[in-house]
């Protein structure tokens, strides 16, 4: 696969090409979705947001067809914390696997702090094989979005990966490259 | 009984997003599906034997840590039980440096 440099450029990460074409490690997720995922988390400012990545997943490469919001149940401590609730990822994975999705990963928000993964994020990730995509929201405002993939095979050996983000302006173009 | 596998764990589920048991509880339940996927084991159990902490089961739409009877609760072909790994996660006060070579 070729990536341009404008390509990259549009990312948001900045990964130096050689770099992330040698981990091949990718999202790719369409510009209305990427919009939305920036969008809730200036919505739930300055708490954080979260919500679920359904798609395909493809060697190193997953794909974003679809998002969905999910409610932060950690009323105790939203600015600081989020958790899903298991009862909606139950409902989420049972609509994903009825359109021929799947859970591909999962995103949330970090008021007032860089789009970095965090320990508790590295702790409370359990996902293996999964994108976890973290934007920071500026005094309401949407900056950065990253994707950190959480590779190992055990909970013992989890640990984050950086990946690319790349964002397709049409879901056709998204939808036929995901099935190549 | 059908059991939902999710994504991480179908890679040691012959691939499969749902994998179909005859099983008389819950528990007999998770037993069939690690005798036939005996891969998942070490997913879903510490090396003591218990479920991981982070492991939610749900059978139909009811959390089994909330059934009386938990994992020795009934089950009966129809059934869905929903294997979940829990998602949370948040900013540390003290953020852990581990990804410098990202935009902040």
Same mark, same amino acid.
């Given at each position: 696969?070729?990536?341009?440099?404008?390509?990259?450029?549009?990312?948001?990460?900045?990964?130096?090409?050689?770099?992330?074409?040698?981990?091949?490690?990718?999202?790719?997720?369409?510009?209305?979705?990427?919009?939305?995922? !920036?969008?809730?988390?200036? /919505?739930?400012?300055?708490? /954080? #947001? #979260?919500?679920?990545?359904?798609?395909?997943?493809?060697?190193?490469?997953?794909?974003? &067809?679809?998002?969905?919001? #999910?409610?932060?149940? !950690?009323?105790?401590?939203?600015?600081?914390?989020?958790?899903?609730?298991?009862?909606?990822?139950?409902?989420?994975? !049972?609509?994903?696997?009825? %359109?021929?999705?799947?859970?591909?990963?999962?995103?949330?928000?970090?008021?007032?702090?860089?789009?970095?993964?965090?320990?508790?994020?590295?702790?409370?990730?359990?996902?293996?094989? #999964?994108?976890?995509?973290?934007?920071?929201?500026?005094?309401?405002?949407?900056? &950065?979005?990253?994707?950190?993939?959480?590779?190992?095979?055990?909970?013992?050996?989890?640990?984050?990966?950086?990946? %690319?983000?790349?964002?397709?302006? /049409?879901?056709?173009?998204?939808?036929?490259?995901?099935?190549? | 009984?059908?059991?939902?596998?999710?994504?991480? $764990?179908?890679?040691?589920? =012959?691939?499969? *997003?749902?994998?179909?048991?005859?099983?008389?509880?819950?528990?007999?339940? +998770?037993?069939?599906?690690?005798?036939?996927?005996?891969?998942?084991?070490?997913? @879903?159990?510490?090396?003591?034997?218990?479920?991981?902490?982070?492991?939610?089961?749900? $059978?139909?739409?009811?959390?089994?840590?909330?059934?009386?009877?938990?994992?020795?609760?009934?089950?009966?072909?129809?059934?869905?039980?929903?294997?979940?790994?829990?998602?949370? =996660?948040?900013?540390? +006060?003290? @953020?852990? *440096?581990?990804?410098?070579?990202?935009?902040?």
């Amino acid at each position: 696969m070729t990536v341009s440099r404008r390509a990259w450029h549009k990312m948001g990460v900045a990964l130096q090409p050689q770099q992330s074409l040698l981990s091949k490690l990718m999202l790719r997720i369409v510009q209305f979705e990427y919009d939305a995922i !920036r969008q809730h988390g200036e /919505e739930t400012y300055p708490h /954080e #947001c #979260c919500g679920v990545l359904l798609g395909r997943t493809d060697d190193h490469i997953r794909t974003v &067809i679809r998002t969905v919001r #999910c409610g932060n149940t !950690r009323s105790d401590s939203p600015h600081n914390r989020y958790h899903i609730a298991p009862q909606e990822l139950v409902h989420i994975q !049972r609509q994903a696997r009825e %359109a021929g999705l799947e859970i591909v990963g999962f995103y949330h928000s970090h008021p007032d702090h860089p789009a970095r993964w965090s320990q508790t994020d590295l702790v409370e990730a359990h996902w293996i094989g #999964c994108s976890y995509v973290i934007t920071s929201v500026e005094r309401g405002q949407a900056k &950065i979005t990253n994707s950190f993939l959480l590779a190992g095979e055990l909970e013992e050996d989890k640990r984050f990966e950086n990946e %690319a983000v790349s964002v397709a302006a /049409e879901v056709a173009t998204i939808a036929n490259e995901s099935t190549r | 009984m059908k059991i939902f596998i999710p994504t991480p $764990l179908r890679q040691y589920a =012959g691939k499969q *997003d749902a994998v179909e048991v005859h099983a008389s509880t819950v528990s007999d339940a +998770l037993t069939k599906l690690t005798s036939t996927h005996p891969d998942l084991k070490r997913h @879903l159990y510490t090396d003591d034997g218990k479920l991981r902490a982070f492991v939610n089961l749900y $059978l139909n739409d009811e959390d089994v840590r909330y059934l009386s009877e938990k994992e020795n609760t009934r089950v009966k072909d129809g059934d869905h039980l929903s294997i979940i790994p829990s998602i949370a =996660g948040g900013i540390d +006060l003290l @953020l852990f *440096d581990g990804a410098c070579n990202v935009r902040n």
